[in-house]
């Protein structure tokens, strides 16, 4: 009997604690469930509410000052800079997020406003109303896991929302993220004819000239113009257009030397065109069918290309946020450009933008070529003749016989193109091959002086039927390059091993002619 009776407690034992985990889980969902709802209810809470047009005066902290702008009809001005250039729609943005402010949650009894940065807040926004009444909201910290805002309302910092809506951010930058700034002019690189470099050293201008090889002229401060890389000014090109203010500090500078633009120590000058827009009105008359009353003006809108110029001066860096101070032209406003965009025509000189491509002469205006190869010197001539066309006698037709005697007078000619290596006929594929390798040759770099010192070992001197000149030396420098002089003492670094191909070209050329 003992045994039976102790089975017995213990499978009630059992029972009963199966039924009291069943109660636990089911009183678990509930809380969850009441929790859930609680939270929804909470969300749909609107913390605040403050409509654009009840506003009367805004203040809010803008980096280290205390902003108020009153509210006009359809413009804000700033308290006490009534002159200011406010831009309203920047007001009119940031005054949009107190529209409707939701609260994710509601804190209440909250006893350390410090926990949630409400001690030393991001910013106090503060709204008077047009009926008088007046708003407080002091934004403090963000949650760290959710990236809601904390914010407490008209100093009640017992309750705490926090909300969705970027308060901290919407309300920030320092006081010019409010003005109306002028706009800097939009430039496209294929617009650009001419950039102008002015420093105290290494000026330099690139103009764009039909009359160059490559398409530009580049001119340093000694006034020697030289045929600009067109790869090198098509990146000054992309440069310029890619300039863009980076800050406004002052509206009405009165000092500019303070900034360093009393004497600038770079003008910027940019020669460029723009489409604007032409109206033209043209007068119809109606058609005969239709009413002699109506009268009607059609008018179409076309496009003018105009010249423009923008002058830019850069003066010294802005020690806070590292851009150089602009000002651009006889502009009262203070701007700043990054020195990213400014530093590669702060830096540059004409010589960094001296073509790489090497002088050569078209083969058509050539009257010979002088090769001196290793101290021998070689004459190439391409010569160009008509001669008659021989006549096949047993092709002639009846046609033929009835011919008009000035046609058959007529004699037929072709063109004959001869290639000459010293008076001796040469292949005309090895010509071609050694004078287009030539003609492509291309320096790695530029050199500023020559220090080598040796012999030429490869010379070409073009002579052109128009009387031109045009005389390049290739001589040995070292393991990896040749030094290249041209006929106006201009020098260039080329790779050894594509003068290696060229003296290869013209070997072959001349043991052909042998």
């Not at 913390?47 to 509210?71: H, V």
């Not at 003066?315 to 020195?339: A, C, K, M, P, W």
Request: glycine share 6%.
């Amino acid at each position: 009997m003992k045994k039976k009776r102790g089975l017995f407690v213990i499978l009630a034992g059992v029972v009963l604690l199966c039924v009291l985990i069943v109660c636990y889980v089911a009183l678990l969902k509930v809380n969850s469930s009441e929790g859930k709802t609680t939270e929804e209810e909470t969300a749909q809470e609107e913390a605040a509410a403050i409509a654009s047009d009840d506003i009367s005066t805004l203040t809010f902290e803008a980096g280290d000052q205390t902003l108020t702008f009153q509210k006009g009809e359809d413009s804000w001005t700033l308290e006490g800079q009534e002159d200011f250039p406010v831009d309203a729609s920047k007001v009119d943005s940031a005054v949009s997020y107190l529209a409707s402010i939701k609260a994710d949650r509601t804190l209440t009894d909250v006893e350390d406003p410090e926990e949630y940065g409400l001690d030393d807040p991001v910013n106090v926004i503060e709204v008077v109303k047009t009926d008088g009444s007046t708003e407080k909201i002091t934004v403090g910290d963000k949650n760290s896991s959710t990236g809601n805002t904390y914010i407490c309302l008209n100093d009640d910092t017992s309750t705490v929302y926090t909300t969705g809506t970027d308060l901290g951010n919407a309300f920030s930058g320092g006081l010019y993220n409010y003005a109306e700034s002028e706009d800097y002019p939009t430039i496209t690189s294929s617009t650009i004819s001419k950039i102008a470099v002015e420093k105290d050293s290494n000026s330099y201008t690139l103009t764009n000239n039909g009359k160059s090889s490559t398409g530009w002229y580049v001119e340093g401060s000694d006034k020697d113009k030289q045929e600009a890389d067109s790869t090198q000014a098509g990146t000054l090109q992309s440069t310029v257009a890619g300039i863009s203010f980076a800050g406004y500090y002052d509206y009405n500078c009165k000092d500019w030397a303070v900034y360093g633009l009393e004497k600038p120590k770079m003008t910027l000058t940019v020669d460029y065109t723009e489409e604007v827009e032409a109206d033209s009105t043209d007068d119809t008359e109606s058609d005969s069918e239709a009413n002699t009353d109506d009268t009607e003006d059609s008018s179409e809108t076309t496009t003018q290309t105009v010249d423009k110029e923008l002058v830019l001066y850069v003066g010294n860096v802005n020690e806070t946020d590292g851009n150089y101070y602009v000002r651009l032209g006889d502009s009262s406003e203070l701007h700043g450009i990054s020195q990213a965009s400014l530093d590669t025509l702060l830096n540059g000189k004409a010589f960094d933008y001296w073509k790489t491509s090497i002088d050569s002469m078209t083969i058509s205006d050539l009257d010979h070529l002088d090769v001196t190869y290793q101290g021998t010197t070689y004459t190439l001539k391409r010569v160009v003749t008509e001669e008659k066309v021989e006549k096949d006698e047993s092709k002639d037709t009846e046609a033929d016989a009835d011919a008009d005697s000035e046609d058959a007078d007529e004699e037929e000619t072709k063109t004959v193109t001869t290639y000459y290596v010293n008076d001796q006929e040469a292949d005309s594929d090895a010509f071609n091959a050694f004078y287009r390798a030539a003609a492509g040759m291309t320096c790695q770099s530029r050199l500023e002086e020559n220090t080598n010192k040796g012999d030429a070992e490869l010379t070409l001197s073009y002579y052109g039927t128009d009387g031109s000149e045009i005389t390049i030396s290739y001589t040995p420098r070292d393991s990896s390059f040749y030094v290249m002089e041209d006929q106006d003492g201009n020098y260039g670094l080329v790779n050894k091993m594509n003068v290696k191909d060229l003296i290869d070209a013209f070997l072959t050329l001349t043991e052909e002619e042998k």
